[in-house]
């Protein structure tokens, strides 16, 4: 599918919902919202849901609701879940609630269920049933905070027949596992911990190489769980990793820089939650500016390093939040990047197995869509626009070339071989 099809359509007055919900036992008795509401939401004539706005909705608990925010009031009522939300504790403000994303923040869309007159009292406790949760309602941040309350392991989920269905939920895995590795708390924080602790990063943390290995072996993870990718040779497999790793490290770190607020604070989040400072002048690494043994000053490493990354993060950051990018386009262009037909030195037959396969990924991304309810114009809309983010992304990696080339030339840090083995120069 070419990108020149489609329109990049983005708008720029939306935040991005970078939040996620924690469960409890207990559900809150105010209800005083939803009687406001509920002659004026259950009288509504245009069959939109009135959580989501999505369309072919029915009435549901006193409403006009889809299926999917039906079925979320529901289990939360039957299981007496109370969210919070990572954005604003205080709950004075609402997480964007829309069809694309309603599942990113818990805490707000059951609040906007109850204000727009959704009735608890309405659901049938012992009708049937709760199922489990399917990956699409899960957040991938979503943890418990009952403090070492025992519950039982669930059953393993059967994988989806989508492959991006399937990425997403391996995704958010490797996120959690990444909290628990990372957290370099105590046992109660690894347990049940909320998500990332953010912190500045020492100088030449970023180059690790225990930290960087860890990081491919999760990628690596993602890769292997996708029979397109598992049907590769060897040699096949070696170029494109050659190819996409640190693309696809690149993407990650501003989709989650962008997610976290990083745009908006001047700073540059890692996976790990450590993050650079790109607006104190080099502060926070003062100490090591003055370390007699660096053969770069500290003016000279602004302007070399410093300056074009605040570009790159107004640039590609801000596309990236335009394009309200949520877990299932990062990981699809994740497949996107890994399937190239363009990396270097494929064989013929290599050549035809990934063209083929990136065209089954653009395929299962589509039919993804169509799974919750988007129409065909808008789904090829957002595929379209989210390939267009992979230029900004090539103008990023050009600029981190560059950095990363001062660093080898001058020696500013120690770094891990293998960046030169993905070709990382």
């Known amino acids: 599918m070419a990108a020149a099809r489609f329109k990049f359509d983005i708008k ?30 259950s009288t509504a004539a245009s069959g939109n849901c009135v959580v989501c706005n999505a369309a072919d ?38 997480c964007t609630i829309d069809r694309r994303h309603r599942c990113n923040c818990k805490c707000c ?14 659901v049938q406790y012992n009708r049937d049933t709760i199922r489990p949760r399917t990956p699409i309602e899960d957040s991938d941040f979503d943890e418990s905070a009952d403090s070492f309350k025992h519950k039982p392991t669930p059953s393993p989920k059967k994988p989806s027949d989508n492959l991006i269905e399937n990425l997403c939920d391996l995704y958010h895995q490797i996120v959690d596992r990444r909290r ?27 180059y690790y190489k225990d930290k960087m290995r860890c990081e491919f072996v999760f990628y690596m993870e993602m890769m292997n769980s996708m029979e397109l990718w598992r049907n590769l040779d060897a040699e096949t497999k070696e170029c494109l990793l050659r190819e996409c790793t640190v693309s696809l490290a690149l993407l990650e770190k501003y989709f989650i820089t962008v997610k976290y607020g990083g745009l908006e604070d001047c700073r540059l989040i890692a996976p790990d939650g450590s993050y650079t400072d790109l607006s104190d002048n080099g502060a926070q690494f003062e100490r090591d500016f003055d370390n007699p043994d660096h053969q770069i000053d500290k003016k000279t490493c602004l302007r070399l390093l410093y300056d074009p990354l605040r570009e790159v993060l107004r640039h590609f950051g801000g596309a990236l939040k335009a394009s309200k990018m949520t877990d299932v386009e990062f990981c699809a262009l994740f497949a996107i990047l890994i399937f190239n037909p363009a990396a270097t030195n494929l064989h013929q037959t290599g050549y035809e197995m990934v063209r083929s396969a990136r065209n089954t990924v653009i395929g299962q991304w589509s039919d993804y869509y169509r799974s919750i309810g988007i129409g065909p114009m808008e789904s090829s809309l957002l595929i379209g626009n989210s390939i267009l983010l992979l230029s900004e992304l090539r103008n990023a990696m050009t600029v981190h070339r560059e950095n990363f080339h001062v660093i080898r030339v001058f020696k500013v840090m120690d770094y891990d071989s293998l960046i030169d083995d993905l070709r990382f120069h």
């Open 109 to 122: 869309r059951f609040k906007i269920c109850i204000e727009r007159g959704m009735n608890p009292n309405a």
């Open 180 to 206: 628990m590795l990372y957290c370099h708390g105590s046992l109660r924080e690894i347990l049940h911990g909320i998500g990332l602790r953010f912190r500045p990063n020492r100088f030449d943390e970023r």
């Open 12 to 41: 720029t007055d939306v935040d991005v919902a970078s939040t996620s919900s924690v469960e409890s036992n207990h559900l809150p008795t105010d209800l005083a919202p939803m009687r406001k509401h509920r002659d004026e939401a």
């Open 57 to 94: 909705s029915a009435p549901h608990f006193g409403v006009i609701a889809c299926a999917a925010c039906s079925a979320f009031f529901r289990r939360t009522v039957v299981l007496k879940r109370v969210y919070k939300c990572r954005r604003d504790p205080t709950g004075f403000t609402r």
